[in-house]
């Protein structure tokens, strides 16, 4: 099975053309990131067992943190994108775990929006 990023990842993937780059876990090192570009940063908040039954675990929850930093003098509609984000997550089993006020980055000035999602997992028994 995928890691959850690249899950997230994948589920995002040409839904969102006004989301300019995204990583996966976070900036990689000598990336030059610009206030021009909206960007995009998933990873991983949860990844643990659950469904606990006969001394063993029944399932597996793993979550993502989607963490959107929006350029500099954008005219999105904002609000209506990030409830669009939420939507596509829970369409596909996936929970709205927290969604994070808006803040401004203090160093660029950025705009910036995160979410947690979560998304449990039934492992099912070997025959």
Not at 15 to 21: A, G
Request: proline share 4%; aromatic share 12%.
């Amino acid at each position: 099975m995928k890691l959850p990023t690249t899950q997230a990842r994948e589920l995002m993937d040409n839904h969102f053309p006004w989301i300019d780059r995204y990583f996966l876990e976070s900036v990689p090192q000598g990336v030059e990131l610009k206030t021009s570009e909206t960007i995009c940063i998933i990873s991983e908040w949860l990844n643990e067992p659950t469904y606990y039954a006969n001394r063993t675990f029944k399932g597996w929850t793993i979550g993502v943190e989607v963490h959107i930093f929006y350029k500099l003098k954008s005219t999105l509609k904002t609000l209506n994108e990030e409830m669009k984000i939420a939507q596509l997550f829970v369409q596909n089993g996936w929970t709205i775990e927290n969604s994070r006020n808006h803040s401004k980055d203090p160093d660029t000035q950025q705009v910036d929006k995160v979410f947690y999602f979560a998304k449990d997992l039934v492992i099912k028994e070997s025959e």
